[in-house]
């Protein structure tokens, strides 16, 4: 009957349910003792100026090596860190990694700017700003070879507060950066509203450049709207050289891809530099 198959939905439903929230406590319990014995990594991801082919950047990616010694990816953690308040813990730890890193990267090449992700909660965050100034102050390195990137997503719920924190953060010197740009909502109002620096073309669009006619209008005119805005912009994704062919004759310098390098552990990124 009806009336059973109805039980019979509720019935799955709730037990599909029901195993999501445990693998989601499970996932809790896990990542709150990986806090506790650091079992995180911050990997490293070069950003080239695809004029000179040399690095001018790099985007701090994190990554976390559980106890069998497996990578876990941060978009299998990082969205149940931000639901269970973890992230804000995290965060913490990634700030004065990078700041360590960047000192340590900066003995390379001391013109450098290294990229760090912030997630939606740790703008609404009361101590961010503390643990930027801790950190700055901690490792004297300079401020405005930070830059923050957040995604547009993070800018839609208290925006009075983002909107803050974003000028205090850029008060102490901070870039900040929108990330996977297209890919939210009333982006335009963001960028008109807050004062960023850059904007990072999402991989989405840059993916399918060659065979796809309408991700190559987008690419244009998210390398239009950043000119006329004054704004840095950089290519995320760039894999192929047709890809690093059409960014460069449309004057977009700046790219991240594989094309490039993967993200590498910090060891491997200095073995970089040493080489340039
Ligand atoms: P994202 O900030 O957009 O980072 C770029 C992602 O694209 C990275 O994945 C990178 O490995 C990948 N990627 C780079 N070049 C290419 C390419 O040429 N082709 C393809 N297919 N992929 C490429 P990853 O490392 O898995 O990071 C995923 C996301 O996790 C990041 O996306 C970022 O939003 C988030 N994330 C990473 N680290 C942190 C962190 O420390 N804090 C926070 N809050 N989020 C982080
Ligand atoms: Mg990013
Ligand atoms: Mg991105
Ligand atoms: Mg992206």
Excluded at 34 to 60: H, N, T, W, Y
Excluded at 204 to 233: C, P, R
Aim: charged share 25%; aromatic share 6%; net charge negative.
């Amino acid at each position: 009957s009806a009336k059973r198959q109805l039980d019979s939905h509720a019935a799955f439903y709730s037990k599909s349910l029901k195993d999501i929230t445990m693998k989601r406590i499970a996932m809790e319990e896990a990542l709150r003792k990986a806090i506790k014995a650091r079992e995180f990594e911050l990997f490293l991801q070069p950003i080239i100026d695809m004029r000179s082919g040399g690095i001018v950047k790099a985007e701090a990616l994190i990554r976390w090596r559980d106890k069998s010694n497996k990578l876990i990816s941060p978009d299998e953690f990082i969205p149940i860190a931000e639901l269970c308040g973890l992230i804000i813990p995290i965060g913490h730890w990634v700030i004065e990694q990078a700041g360590n890193m960047l000192k340590l990267l900066h003995s390379y090449n001391d013109q450098l700017t290294l990229s760090v992700n912030l997630s939606p909660k740790q703008l609404n965050d009361e101590h961010l700003l503390d643990a930027f100034t801790a950190t700055i102050n901690k490792t004297g390195i300079d401020a405005s070879k930070v830059e923050l990137e957040i995604t547009e997503g993070v800018l839609i719920d208290n925006f009075e507060r983002v909107e803050r924190h974003i000028r205090q953060l850029r008060k102490l010197g901070i870039r900040i950066s929108i990330d996977d740009f297209g890919t939210g909502y009333s982006s335009l109002r963001y960028l008109q509203r807050l004062s960023v620096d850059t904007v990072k073309i999402d991989r989405s669009f840059v993916h399918d450049l060659s065979d796809n006619e309408n991700d190559k209008a987008i690419v244009l005119a998210v390398i239009a709207i950043a000119k006329s805005l004054g704004l840095e912009v950089i290519a995320e994704g760039v894999e192929t050289k047709a890809q690093r062919h059409f960014l460069m004759d449309n004057a977009c310098f700046i790219a991240q891809g594989y094309l490039f390098g993967r993200p590498v552990p910090v060891d491997d990124f200095c073995q970089l530099l040493s080489c340039e």
